[in-house]
């Protein structure tokens, strides 16, 4: 089991709502959040047990155990209901009103779906099936038996859903790219000057922006689709999270919008 990732999540955000107390607010959510999908993701694994299994590329939501998760659900609900902001809070308020029956049709609708749009019409509503989701596609993921296929998806090759962050993790004298996946977590790697959104290679063309604060995290915008996603440079901070710290660097957001850009995929903040 891999519950210890968790636990190194719990202690990064921590860590950075002293750093970045802009962000606390944000972390000391997500803390919660993160707590909770251990919990989550414990079950799951010990209902699937210690062995992994072959799973055809893009396959993993083609699974769904409404029998582990179903009981999760009204808990969950309740915590995000204490914890989140109005707008989460009231939508938790608003699922938790409702039957199992319901539950599941709209968990498995979401799983099949599998994304979160920014135009979404209940787009909290979206947040909360997604953290609650998450943990779930994590532990799939990770009784996955990996094979090496020599391409670079811009999407998962697991569950075919967008990266939510990229990482630079040291390899010989420099750093190899890789993408996080938004639902599983999953990392593949992913050539380094290449925008992920729509497949751009001219230098020129993609732009990288620094922060003083950040110096381990970076913008990767591209000039083409005016799409950014953060990377998080895990050789100038080994103890960097990347899901987390992605999180924490707002002030990076602002400079992208502000520039004209759109992130790639939201994070659970819905940011």
Not at 33 to 55: F, N, W
Not at 207 to 221: D, G, I, L, N, S
């Amino acid at each position: 089991m891999k519950s210890g990732k968790w636990d190194a999540r719990i202690r990064r955000a921590a860590d950075l709502a002293v750093s970045h107390p802009f962000a606390a607010e944000g972390l000391c959510f997500y803390s919660h959040v993160a707590q909770v999908q251990q919990s989550i993701y414990s079950s799951v694994a010990s209902a699937l047990g210690v062995g992994k299994k072959h799973r055809a590329p893009g396959t993993l939501r083609q699974e769904f155990d409404s029998f582990v998760l179903l009981p999760k659900f009204a808990p969950f609900l309740s915590g995000i209901e204490q914890h989140a902001t109005r707008a989460l809070s009231h939508s938790a308020r608003e699922l938790r009103t409702g039957q199992s029956d319901h539950w599941q049709q709209i968990l498995e609708q979401f799983w099949q779906a599998g994304s979160l749009r920014p135009e979404d019409s209940r787009r909290a509503e979206a947040l909360i099936l997604w953290m609650f989701l998450q943990p779930y596609a994590e532990c799939l993921s990770d009784h996955t038996i990996r094979d090496s296929t020599g391409a670079t998806p811009s999407v998962c090759p697991l569950c075919q859903q967008k990266p939510i962050v990229g990482a630079l993790r040291p390899e010989g004298d420099g750093g190899k790219r890789f993408l996080i996946c938004s639902l599983c977590a999953n990392e593949w790697e992913y050539r380094r000057i290449v925008c992920p959104a729509c497949g751009e290679e001219d230098v020129h063309k993609l732009a990288v922006y620094t922060a003083e604060q950040f110096k381990h995290v970076r913008v990767e915008a591209c000039d083409v689709c005016h799409t950014y996603i953060k990377t998080v440079d895990l050789t100038k901070d080994g103890n960097a999270v990347p899901i987390v710290d992605e999180l924490a660097t707002i002030p990076l957001n602002l400079w992208a919008t502000e520039h004209g850009y759109v992130k790639l995929q939201s994070n659970l903040l819905g940011i």
